[in-house]
């Protein structure tokens, strides 16, 4: 049973227009929450992440919002740049030590 | 020196085959991992060792193997695999506390059983 899911399997966006990707989690004992982002070819790499007694976590371009009640979260990306494109997963943590992937995102950024 | 160092990059290796996949990292992490990745899916967690000793084993057959022999090390050892068991093997590392940088991911073996 998928713990953590990402319902749009692909989103394509403007360049310089600001990238949401959703992510929804069905475990209400999660207590971290992260993004990372995968080239082809490459391990992902961690982006941003977000504690659970937090609702936003900004960190350049890149803004991470949660919420709670509706077990939901999202990443923002303003601007978004062609070298943004990537696949995005979203992860879950609980308890220390085991984080859970959502079943990514592919963000394609058009010049 | 951030980097997760899988080896091998590619794999082949037939279902009687014994084989072994490394993992070396040496940012000083006690949490080391070995996730699943087939195409198109997340990855899954296999295992995951902290302070050199297994913690958490996600139910994974026992022809999955994990060694930890030492703080920088983690190895995957491989035997009488099955074609379905061809994957990304991922290996990643991670402080045990300080949350904010998560885990740190290797590139990855390409595993193919014939």
């Known amino acids: 049973d998928q713990q953590v899911k990402q319902n749009s399997p692909s989103l394509s966006v403007q360049e310089g227009r600001i990238s949401i990707l959703n992510c929804d989690y069905t475990?209400?004992?999660?207590?971290?929450f992260l993004w990372y982002k995968k080239y082809p070819a490459e391990g992902p790499t961690f982006l941003i992440s977000?504690?659970?007694?937090?609702d936003k976590n900004e960190d350049g371009r890149f803004t991470v919002f949660l919420n709670k009640s509706a077990k939901h979260l999202s990443l923002h990306i303003v601007p978004s740049q062609p070298g943004d494109s990537a696949v995005y997963f979203c992860a879950a943590s609980y308890p220390v030590n085991q984080f859970y992937f959502g079943t990514g995102t592919s963000l394609t950024v058009i010049p | 020196d951030t980097e997760v160092t899988q080896t091998p990059k590619h794999l082949v290796m037939g279902m009687t085959n014994k084989k072994s996949l490394k993992c070396e990292q040496h940012m000083g992490h006690r949490a080391m991992y070995w996730y699943k990745q087939k195409a198109k899916k997340p990855p899954e967690l296999m295992f995951v060792?902290?302070?050199?000793?297994l913690s958490i084993n996600e139910s994974v057959p026992s022809r999955f193997s994990p060694e930890c022999p030492n703080s920088s090390l983690l190895n995957l050892h491989l035997h009488a695999l099955q074609p379905e068991d061809s994957a990304l093997y991922l290996c990643a590392s991670s402080q045990e506390s300080g949350w904010g940088v998560g885990a740190f991911f290797g590139q990855g073996t390409r595993l193919t059983v014939v």
């Open positions: 977000i504690s659970s007694i937090k």
């Open positions: 475990n209400s004992m999660f207590d971290y």
């Open positions: 060792y902290s302070y050199e000793k």
